[in-house]
């Protein structure tokens, strides 16, 4: 079992940053992939990226490919979204989640736990 708390959303200008942190509690860490999903009012929740359980390899949606960046610190049982040059379409409940495979994936059903979400929203 691992728990998962996100924490760093909130309110921002377009165009501003901000960065989510994920912290893990429970069995081992570093044995899972981490990903980041988001969910918008009536939306299904989307992927945003992925990490694999070393940090060695990431993936990101188109939607913000060079824009944000997906890390991992292994010893403080963290990962981080770093979300850059916002967009009001940005706006969301963001939710990190831990998978067993070992790269990640970019389908939600695959990750084994989730947190609670926290909300960023992006003014225009």
């Known amino acids: 079992q691992v728990q998962l708390s996100e924490s760093g959303g909130g309110l921002v200008q377009a165009g501003g940053s901000l960065r989510l942190s994920c912290a893990a509690s429970?069995?081992?860490?570093?044995?899972?992939?981490m990903g980041w999903f988001r969910q918008a009012p009536g939306k299904e929740r989307e992927f945003v990226a992925r990490?694999?359980?070393?940090?060695?390899?990431?993936y990101y949606a188109d939607s913000v490919k060079g824009r944000f960046t997906i890390s991992r610190d292994n010893a403080k049982n963290t990962v981080f979204l770093q979300m850059n040059s916002l967009k009001p379409e940005d706006t969301a409940v963001y939710y990190c989640?831990?998978?067993?495979?070992?790269?990640?994936?970019?389908?939600?059903?695959?990750?084994?736990?989730w947190g609670q979400g926290t909300q960023v929203t992006v003014s225009s």
């Open positions: 989640a831990a998978t067993n495979l070992g790269y990640g994936s970019r389908w939600r059903g695959e990750y084994d736990y």
């Open positions: 990490i694999s359980r070393s940090g060695g390899s990431t």
């Open positions: 429970g069995r081992t860490f570093s044995s899972y992939a």
